[in-house]
């Protein structure tokens, strides 16, 4: 069979490596794909249009899977499946999910879903009246897709109508912007819960911790993922048995109700405060870096869950995990999460034995270099999270650029 991956981050470079180590996978095509699929085996980088895609699929491909989340709100999926091709994700309706924070707490909301207590504006005059009647921290999130960085904790008033001037008056975002969510402050511990989905069955791969701020500590700006372990140290099974309960099946039952047509993996980021989980937010594809964590410990074959999952066969798939942990430490670019340099040579040492999975990266002059912020992850797998967190540490001291910069606490709970 014949894959065509859509991305070019870490994420889409440990996918293409779980589906190159199934027998009945011949080629895997990565549209772009970075320096890491270029070498991967059974991979071939190409650049492609959007408008290209349908026709090289009908002619060359099985399945495609699609990585990032802007293709899937734009409706690829909805644009494949008239063609009567098979690909792994919801349809853009079911996108609406992640695309619009604002619609996914009124779909909580709806359907019963145990979240934060929020008000959504439109307005900036409004939003900074409600703030200005507000107990502090509180949360405010940009309605749409802002790779990540869209959130924003205010422990101050003056914090958070700074925020709130950069997002809707500045338009730090663009559209993104345009309309917000100001929501009550949950202390606790959060959580990434990864499901798969075909509309009618839902079933729970596995669970990862990211480490989202660029300093240790959980301190300084939002980033796309600094790390990630896998799975969750602190998810008991009786928190997971109360998720299943008040957060998943009534998603479930939302997704049913709202006919959304979805195919593909749902990404819960919860948190949980005094035992009780609570969803802050829907992401409707595999998150970055916590698939770079979750693939190597993944014993079920990526072609087989998308078989099932496209099939609406969840039901009766078997997902297997290693009983290891992995700890996954990003790589990144001097000045990170905002402006960074790049086009610095990669240096790796030869000892290196954890797995490299590549993203802002490139070839010139055939030479390995940086080409954007996040550069790449260095994965560990041991029998413990420990010995995974140490040997992923003692990894990336082999490597080295230009600014190189990594955070020193993955792994640690806070």
Known sequence: MNIMILGSGGREHALAWNFSQSEKVNKIFCVPGNAGTAFENKCENLTLKDTELIDFAKKNVDITFVGPEQPLVDGIVDEFKKNK???????????????????????????????????????YENALEYLKNSKFPIVIKADGLAAGKGVFIAETFKLGKDFLCEIMKKNKFGEAGKKVVIEEFLQGFEASIFALTDGENIKIITSAKDHKKIL??????????????????????EILQKFETKIMIPTLNGIKHEDMEYNGVLFFGIIVQSEEPYLLEYNVRFGDPETQAIMPLLETNMLEISE???????????IKLKNNSSCCIVAVSNGYPETYEKGYKINLKNNIESK???AGTSFKDNELITSGGRVL??????????????????????????????????????
């Open 85 to 123: 091709l098979k690909i792994f994700g919801p349809s853009k309706n079911g996108a609406k999910l992640e695309a619009s924070k604002g619609f996914s707490k009124e779909f909580m909301k709806k359907y019963g879903v145990q979240t934060a207590k929020y008000e959504i504006f439109e307005s």
């Open 216 to 237: 240790d500590g959980e301190k300084g700006l939002n980033t796309g993922g600094m790390g990630a372990i896998c799975p969750h140290p602190q998810l008991t099974t």
């Open 308 to 318: 099932k999952t496209i099939e609406n066969k969840i039901d009766k798939l078997k």
């Open 356 to 358: 490299i999975f590549y």
């Open 377 to 414: 992850s260095v994965v560990s797998t041991e029998e413990t999270l420990e010995k995974a967190i140490k040997k992923a540490y003692n990894d990336i001291k082999e490597i080295s650029f230009e600014g190189i910069y990594y955070r020193k606490d993955i792994g640690g709970i806070s």
